[in-house]
């Protein structure tokens, strides 16, 4: 239709004057249509939408900052000490090792128990295991390790009772003895395997436990050992002395410890204290107590365990 306007009009000089008027009006309205943009309300602001989800998140950017830092710490220190035993060191009695006596006894007697060993001298308790719970950083020395924990059996006895380790870290399960073991390992890991005579099984946990898990011979049932595999070696099981160290542990921030052995009374073996140096520590009645460590810092604790902290 315009075209067919423009054509007719080109009769007179007025008629060329309003094509060309026509012509400027019609490009200023296609070029005003086209740059044109429709009205879509606010746009959203990136930046701001980011600042907004964090203070959502933590109260204030600033606030939630200053609370990852005050978690984090810096630097790294060592826990210590020692727990000793109160009261008259129990006697342990002989396993009741009824099976393949030839090899399962010496001169005709079974080896004792070690539920509860206290060391007659010092009075401290063995086997106790400490370890921390969670902690936000891990020093290059308690990172996993990659080589093989050697676990022994021999005169129907696992010779480590408990002993700790890192997921990643294979069990070389060993059998010295002249008849056959069978190694079942509780717990998530899961392994339940026959051991020839004078064998060795290489066997890898994939899963962190949160408490020590039994290991037993189900051809020999007297026989059994605790493990406890970690994410990381935060870990440390007490001497014959009951003497424990945990190295390089994080400072500056709050480390809860767990504290276990297999007599402990608590839950799942939990060792619950209720002496005057537990409650200054805030022990709690599932084995555990909390410290923030400064960094450089070699915190000892010494600890007394009464004999109604184990179980029979």
Not at 164 to 174: C, L, N, W
Not at 300 to 306: D, G, K, M, V
Request: with cysteine; proline share 7%.
């Amino acid at each position: 239709m315009f075209r067919n306007y423009l054509k007719k009009s080109e009769s007179s000089d007025a008629s060329r004057l309003s094509k060309t008027c026509l012509l400027m009006l019609f490009a200023t309205l296609v070029s005003s249509g086209c740059q044109q943009n429709p009205d879509l309300g606010p746009v959203a602001n990136v930046a701001t939408f980011e600042q907004t989800r964090t203070a959502f998140k933590s109260g204030s950017p600033d606030e939630g900052a200053g609370s990852a830092a005050a978690a984090t710490g810096t630097g790294w220190a060592t826990i210590k000490g020692r727990i000793a035993f109160e009261g008259a060191p129990p006697v342990m009695a002989p396993y009741n090792a009824n099976k393949d006596q030839a090899t399962c006894t010496i001169d005709g007697k079974a080896p004792l128990q070690e539920t509860l060993l206290v060391d007659e001298a010092s009075k401290g308790v063995a086997n106790i295991v400490v370890f921390a719970r969670k902690v936000s950083r891990v020093h290059e020395s308690a990172q996993p390790k990659t080589e093989p924990v050697l676990f022994d059996q021999k005169e129907c006895v696992f010779l480590t009772h408990v002993f700790p380790m890192t997921i990643g870290q294979a069990i070389s399960i060993k059998n010295s003895d002249p008849v056959g073991h069978n190694t079942n390992i509780e717990g998530s890991n899961g392994f339940n395997q026959t051991i020839p005579a004078n064998e060795t099984v290489d066997f890898t946990p994939q899963k962190a436990e949160a408490i020590p898990k039994p290991i037993r011979c189900s051809i020999h049932p007297w026989m059994i050992a605790y493990y406890l595999p970690r994410k990381d070696g935060y870990v440390a099981v007490t001497a014959a002395d009951g003497s424990f160290e945990i190295p390089k542990v994080p400072a500056g921030e709050k480390i809860e410890f767990q504290v276990w052995h297999e007599s402990g009374t608590g839950p799942g073996g939990a060792l619950v204290l209720d002496t005057p140096e537990a409650k200054e520590l805030k022990w709690t009645k599932k084995g555990r107590f909390a410290v923030t460590l400064a960094e450089d810092e070699v915190r000892e604790i010494q600890l007394t365990a009464p004999a109604s902290a184990f179980g029979g």
